[in-house]
């Protein structure tokens, strides 16, 4: 299984992003899938996760601001990002794992990983 990020790039705070997830050699999205941030020197947070099921759990950081959704025909995950703020800027990465349930938010239980894209707000 192979994730690859893109639309990751450097905005304006208040404004938009959204970025992408392409899935390749794995079956169609049936995965636990999520973004995660990671700032040079720290851990590598959850920004929002979507379970197989659709069930969705956002940070408190980003709630009523970004929309995670997935397109199981593509197969892509994506990452809407509104009202941007400077805090919001890191490598942003896609993560996939068989089941998630209430462990959504830990990084270690996600198998497959993206190389990330870089947001910077300014």
């Known amino acids: 299984v192979q994730l690859v990020e893109s639309g990751g790039g450097s905005v304006q705070s208040g404004r938009s992003l959204i970025l992408s997830c392409k899935v390749t050699g794995g079956p ?49 995950l994506y990452l809407q990002m509104e009202n941007l703020k400077s805090e919001d800027s890191d490598m942003y990465y896609c993560a996939a794992t068989y089941a998630c349930g209430s462990s959504w938010s830990n990084s270690r239980v996600f198998t497959y990983w993206g190389l990330g894209t870089q947001v910077t707000v300014s």
Do not use: H
């Open 28 to 76: 169609k999205l049936t995965f636990c899938m999520g973004w995660f941030r990671q700032a040079p020197g720290k851990e590598r947070e959850a920004v929002a996760v979507i379970d197989m099921d659709g069930k969705i759990n956002y940070a408190d950081s980003v709630k009523d601001r970004f929309t995670i959704s997935r397109d199981n025909d593509k197969p892509t």
